[in-house]
């Protein structure tokens, strides 16, 4: 808010807008004794990881909550951080708002923008995240802002392992491969990695839950089976399941909408010719390591048009008040703001602006294939995911049973309203 959404020029706006009303430098040297002057705020909003938001309603979250808390005139980066089980907003405020208000964080301040972090959280569906009962590990700072800039060790280790999980036949195959190519790998209890260079080794279980030496076993034994190899002993063991499990409901006259979902089901497994539970697994492995890394491109391609959109609408900004014969203080304010980012972007007239909006529009196309990727993605992980646990559940052997006593309950509860 009030600042492109690029380190840099967030930076510049800031400054500016610090050192315009506070008349201190934005990065005058720390004193030798005591503190020095808060220049900017931190705030970091977190959700349950067992609500599963995206990143994008995340996003969304945090902005609101930003103009709830500090108003429209406020300066505001807001980084969604993305880590697998754990989702949060970084928050960081210029103490200075464009309108000349200065905010001072203490325990009440914090206490009120809890409040209305938990009252907005609960105004788009989501429930705010109690970090007393969270079992979770920090990540240091050096480390989310290496990850964010393309440099973290762990990053890189998860790219060699991700390539090598392709074509290595087991675990120890994958390691030595690691070793050969100048990683550092040590065994035992727990399997730790170093790359070149790295000062210190990681354990493949800090990586994340799809590198733990389960997962990559996992992975790698399903990577064949995902891409179409089939078992022979369950050759159509999961048509014929649903097709049996269809005939016993019509039987029993279970309700229709049972009768439907299993239909729809069934006309997956045809319309994608899967023939065992054990390749339905592999696909699923497979379209799970598919949609995270389209998840990671649309991530990536929004930042870009954000980026670019924020900055086309401070050019647009910054050229209507050229045009204006007179500025009130707080436009010039905002003028001398804007040009600051637009000289460090290169952006000196109107026909630079329209450059950049061909550009925007070139970026948006190019992103529109993947967002369409990544739903497709999404949307065959959901059939897949459904049909392997209504599978799981007619395996039980008392599916029928259960559906009849689900019937019988709702037949009776209907008859009590009656």
Sequence with gaps: MNCIPDPKCAYLAMKTVYEHFSGYKFDEPLPQNGKGRVKAIHYIQSFDPKDKITPDLAHKIGRTLARKAFGDNCQVVIATHIDKGHLHNHIIINTYGIDGRKFNANKKTLDEIKEISDRVCLALGVQPFDKSKAKRTTIAYNEWQNEQQGTSWKQKIRNEIDRLIGWVKNVDELLAELEHIGYTVKRGKYISIKAPDQQRAVRLKTLGEDYTVEQITSRILWRDVGAGLNNPCERSALRDKYSETISSVQEVNVSHPTLEQLGTLLTVINRDNLQSIGELAGKIEQIKFELEKSRLEVNA??????????????????????????????????????????????????????????????????????????????????????????????????????????????????????
Excluded at 313 to 338: I, V
């Design 301 to 418: 391609m929004e930042t870009k048009c954000n980026l670019l959109r924020s900055l086309a609408t401070q050019a647009a900004e910054y050229f209507a008040l050229m045009d204006k014969p007179s500025l009130t203080a707080e436009e010039q304010l905002r003028a001398e703001m804007y040009k600051e980012t637009l000289t460090q972007k290169n952006i000196e007239s109107c026909s630079d602006l329209d450059y950049l909006k061909g550009v925007i529009s070139e970026t948006e196309q190019k992103a529109a294939p993947i967002k369409e990727h990544y739903n497709r993605c999404a949307s065959l992980l959901k059939e897949y995911s459904d049909i392997a646990t209504t599978y799981e559940e007619i395996s039980q052997g008392d599916y029928i049973s259960k559906l009849i006593e689900q019937q019988h309950t709702q037949d009776t509860s209907q008859r009590h309203k009656r």
